[in-house]
């Protein structure tokens, strides 16, 4: 591309693109901005001299614009790279590094994947096309998931997450027994409002595992043409919320 004694844009793909000045002995100055400088003679940028190079990537908003202020120059432009990268850690809210996560950065129809390591749940994901939104999505061994807000990729560059926080639930459960005319009766059906259930043994007992802590839930018990009076209950841990006997009239 031949460059004159006035600032013009140098076009540019997705990626970082090399700038060389050769064939020339002039000076050209390189300027990033949203418009182009109006004086040809004003030293903005970087200038660069016969056959010196800089790697530039486009981070989106600006253009890159040279001049050869001194008369003609010659700047020829290559495209080296297309993808980034994006990296950070994992950790629940209770201060404990996640390691082993699922990382995945969905993108249309393609997902890219990575791992959190030791020692402090980092991941790194690589060879991403560059210029693109994506969502990130973190999948524990516990099978929780934190999706986070569209993510920009650039090129040549590595985008930092830094510390990806994730709430840590904790599981409780519920126990009691279900009675019926004050005996204890199996196959009643004892139904929490989380949706968590669990159906009474032959003397009665029941334990409802795996239910979120929390509060205001409530514990409905049925059986045939049965029911047990509605409970609200607040489930704790590690100690199981016992609501004992119930009976079903």
């Known amino acids: 591309m031949k460059i004159k004694n006035t600032w013009k844009q140098i076009a540019l793909g997705l990626g970082a693109i090399t700038i ?4 020339s002995p002039n000076l050209m100055r390189l300027y990033v901005g949203a418009t182009a400088p109006t004086d040809p003679t004003a030293k903005l940028g970087i200038e660069l001299k016969d056959n010196d190079s800089i790697t530039y990537t486009n981070a989106g908003g600006d253009n890159l614009y040279a001049v050869a202020p001194q ?7 290559l ?9 950070g850690n994992v950790v629940y809210d209770t201060g404990e590094f996640i390691i082993g996560a ?17 020692p402090r749940g980092e991941f790194l994901i ?6 693109t ?9 516990d099978g929780e998931l934190q999706g986070t807000t569209p993510i920009t990729i650039t090129a040549g560059y590595t985008t930092h997450q830094g510390e990806v926080q994730i709430i840590k639930e904790i599981f ?5 027994r279900a009675l019926i005319a004050g005996i204890p009766t199996a196959g009643v059906v004892c139904l929490l409002s989380s949706g968590q259930s669990a159906v009474s043994a032959i003397d009665g007992t029941f334990n409802i595992e795996n239910v979120p802590t929390g509060v205001g839930y409530t514990l409905d018990l049925t059986y045939s043409d049965k029911v047990g009076q509605e409970l609200l209950i607040d489930v704790t ?3 199981a919320t016992d609501v004992g006997d119930i009976t079903l009239v």
């Not at 060389?20 to 064939?23: D, E, L, Y």
């Not at 699922?102 to 030791?118: H, W």
């Not at 690589?126 to 210029?131: D, F, Q, T």
């Not at 939104?133 to 061994?141: A, F, R, V």
Request: hydrophobic content about 30%; proline content about 3%; some cysteine.
């Open 20 to 23: 060389v000045q050769n064939q």
């Open 71 to 77: 008369g003609d120059t010659y700047c020829q432009g």
């Open 79 to 87: 495209i080296t790279e297309t993808e980034g990268s994006i990296d």
């Open 102 to 118: 699922e990382v995945k950065l969905n993108i249309g129809a393609v997902d890219y994947f990575g791992v959190t390591k030791e």
């Open 126 to 131: 690589e060879e991403i096309p560059a210029g």
């Open 133 to 141: 939104l994506g969502t990130l999505t973190i999948t524990t061994l």
């Open 172 to 176: 409780g459960s519920v126990i009691g």
């Open 237 to 239: 841990a590690p100690t």
